[in-house]
């Protein structure tokens, strides 16, 4: 599968943004499809994750630092994965990863796919 990250730009702290990552290939639906960001002279680290969906829906998981203001949701009709940013603040900014993996977890190793980054300021 083919990722493709979207929807990153300049905001004012406590604005919002919604990132979009576009995947190709008709097995999109059988993937946990996280978001991880990388900011400067910092090692990449887990935002959120969603599952596949299932009969009883999708499960959902986020990094401490952005529960509550940052939500992740997958459309497969779409091929399409979003993360709602709200409340945006200046220690957001990171180029933001999505990725894809088999199962759920936080883990880099984790993932196979990788789009190539949407970069998101934000300013204080």
């Known amino acids: 599968v083919q990722l493709q990250a979207s929807g990153g730009g300049l905001v004012q702290a406590g604005a919002s943004l919604r990132l979009s990552c576009a995947a190709s290939g008709r097995t999109f639906s059988s993937y946990a499809v996280a978001w991880f960001r990388q900011a400067p002279g910092k090692e990449r680290e887990f935002v959120a994750v969603i599952s596949v969906i299932s009969r009883s829906g999708s499960s959902t998981n986020y990094a401490d630092s952005v529960k509550g203001r940052f939500t992740i949701s997958r459309n497969n009709a779409k091929n399409t994965v979003y993360l709602q940013m709200n409340t945006l603040k200046a220690e957001d900014t990171a180029v933001y990863y999505c990725?894809?993996?088999?199962?759920?977890?936080?883990?880099?190793?984790?993932?196979?796919?990788w789009g190539q980054g949407t970069l998101v300021t934000v300013s204080s």
């Open positions: 990725a894809a993996a088999y199962s759920v977890g936080w883990d880099i190793a984790r993932y196979d796919y």
